[in-house]
């Protein structure tokens, strides 16, 4: 059976990583474009989701179950290995070509660290703001917020919120719906004052006015204080 693209602006980025508890992912939208970064489709094969393109090096995947994808009809998208941006960066910027307009990027955690790190840094690139991008680690979710922009969030109240500038300071920092609000305040980048507010209602905004900042979003019964 040939795997067709949904002709919808949503789409789902697999990485790879650890499969171990994918039920912490929560639940993923429907009809959506599905992306895998190379060994991404392991993930894809956990979750139970037909795999529309896989992008990257091929490094992490074997032979045999690429083949068996392109008989199936999915796109593959193969780059070199030596190459100046992440399979990560490349699924990415593959969702915003095909007319992705929300991406959320899926990884079960582990991994090198260099390659998590860098989740949080693609996450920036310019062809991105075209696209809220949610990325959700294992049980954790991100969002990355910049320069004039907001981010409305569904939570649970308790659910452990994190603010943490990215490349630089952050200006401009307004909240609602947090235990302890920020109004027009600055967050240092070589400082931690920004981790673990809490939601006290079902939605949190977070605006800036300049500068990165990344938001994190973990359950409240993952606090561990502090």
């Known amino acids: 059976m040939t795997t067709v693209s949904p002709p919808i602006p949503i789409a789902v980025v697999l990485l790879g990583g650890n499969t171990a508890d ?14 895998a970064a190379d060994s991404g489709v392991d993930i894809a094969q956990q979750l139970g989701l037909d795999v529309h393109a896989v992008v990257g090096d091929m490094d992490s995947i074997t032979p045999t179950a690429l083949a068996a994808l392109a008989a199936l009809g999915t796109e593959i998208v193969r780059h070199p290995v030596d190459k100046n941006e992440s399979d990560a960066e490349l699924a990415l910027r593959f969702a915003v070509k095909r007319g992705a307009q929300r991406i959320v990027l899926v990884s079960g955690g582990g991994g090198r660290l ?42 649970n109240p308790g659910d452990v919120i994190g603010l ?8 401009g920092v307004t909240t609602s719906g947090l235990q302890w609000v920020l109004s027009n305040e600055s967050l240092r980048v070589a400082a931690s004052r920004g981790i673990s507010n809490r939601a006290i209602s079902d ?21 561990e204080g502090r």
């Open 22 to 35: 994918v039920r912490s992912l929560g639940v993923l939208p429907a009809d959506t474009l599905v992306v």
């Open 114 to 155: 260099d390659h998590q790190l860098a989740i949080f840094a693609v996450m920036f690139i310019d062809d991105l703001r075209v696209a809220h991008v949610e990325a959700r680690l294992a049980g954790s979710r991100a969002y990355a917020v910049q320069d004039g922009s907001s981010v409305t969030l569904t939570c």
């Open 164 to 171: 943490l500038p990215f490349g630089g300071d952050t200006h």
């Open 203 to 223: 939605e949190v905004t977070i605006a800036v006015a300049s500068g990165r900042l990344i938001v994190t979003v973990d359950p409240s019964d993952s606090s």
